[in-house]
């Protein structure tokens, strides 16, 4: 009998069906949120959804490609800062000035790349963390845009989103939950693709995977404008809700990226299950220990702390090891059939 002829790859398990259908009714009742939830939890589910793929974005660059960053901000509050200025200098619908935003997060990220891709490890962090801090400082000194202070959207850019209060909240609720399930869906596609086995590789064993004839260099590069892009994008929409910006709320290192990768290390760091169940407790905690102030960040760093010690590879590692679960199918599985075997 052929090599080939006892076994059968796959790639969609039985566990990976019973999630995609369970995906697709929460997804189906998440759009309907307009007419079920009031505004207050659409907000909410809006912030969450912006976290959600604040957190897989970085878990791409840093769980991936083995790009540790603790800049993302600088791409955040960059996309916020155009957004302001393509709607009030230019007159760009804000709809439109999202992705606008985002493709001017790849331009600005390949000189950022070419520059601080010759550091490595600690360095490379500190280096990113050292380009925000320029972002934020160039735009304390754009007066047009409210300098150190900030500035607000006109009453006209937010009218162009929707007539009406209601619809702009629900318009603003859908373009977050898109942008959630967007990013989810490329960084499932991008991984799924021969680049993203490269990915894979590199995030394996580096060493292994240069062996093999896997140029680093430009993976890391593609995944480092890739992810910027996005993450501009979801900056211009974060701002975009809030209606305001200023250089230390659109550049805050806490906001939007230290509570990420709170909820990426804890959730799982290398899955894309793991930053989805990351933001949600994450979210939990927020809402139940907000209120005991500066207590709230020590229990956040204590559970962190607990997490790691578990569990290493995170929650979803943690679960996956035991079980052998995966719910996203990103790699092809050999299944031997006993009856066909001689």
Not at 44 to 51: A, D, G, Q, T, V
Not at 223 to 229: G, L, M, R, S
Not at 323 to 334: H, I, Q, Y
Request: include cysteine; charge should be positive; glycine fraction near 10%.
């Amino acid at each position: 009998m052929s090599p080939v002829a006892n076994h059968t790859v796959v790639r969609l398990s039985p566990a990976t069906r019973i999630a995609a259908a369970a995906a697709l009714l929460v997804l189906i009742g998440l759009v309907c949120a307009p007419w079920w939830a009031g505004r207050a939890d659409m907000r909410l589910m809006s912030e969450l959804f912006l976290y959600l793929a604040l957190a897989s974005l970085w878990n791409l660059l840093a769980g991936y490609a083995g790009l540790v960053s603790v800049g993302q901000q600088a791409f955040v509050g960059f996309g916020g800062y155009c957004l302001f200025a393509l709607t009030m200098f230019l007159g760009v619908p804000p709809l439109l000035a999202i992705p606008a935003a985002g493709v001017a997060g790849a331009l600005i990220a390949i000189p950022v790349a070419f520059l601080i891709f010759r550091l490595r490890g600690a360095y490379f962090a500190i280096g990113t963390w050292v380009i925000a801090e320029v972002f934020r400082l160039t735009a304390a000194q754009v007066s047009a845009l409210g300098g150190g202070s900030g500035t607000s959207l006109p009453v006209t850019v937010v009218k162009s989103i929707a007539a009406s209060r209601t619809m702009r909240e629900a318009a603003t609720y859908w373009m977050a939950l898109g942008i959630a399930v967007l990013v989810l869906a490329v960084v499932c596609i991008l991984l799924r693709s021969r680049r993203g086995l490269a990915l894979t590789a590199i995030r394996d064993n580096e060493l292994a995977s240069q062996s093999l004839g896997i140029d680093i260099w430009r993976a890391k590069f593609f995944v480092y404008v890739i992810t910027a892009a996005a993450t501009a994008a979801v900056g211009a929409l974060i701002f975009l809700q809030k209606l305001r910006i200023s250089p230390d709320a659109a550049f805050s290192v806490n906001d939007w990226t230290a509570f990420v990768i709170f909820i990426v290390v804890i959730g799982g760091i290398g899955t894309i299950e793991g930053p989805i169940i990351g933001t949600i407790i994450f979210f939990l905690l927020r809402e139940t220990l907000a209120d005991l102030g500066a207590v709230y960040l020590m229990i956040l760093g204590f559970v962190a702390i607990i997490i790691m010690l578990r569990a290493p590879k995170g929650i979803w590692g943690y679960v996956r090891e035991r079980t052998g679960l995966d719910l996203f199918a990103l790699s092809r599985r050999v299944i031997i059939d006993p009856a066909r075997v001689k």
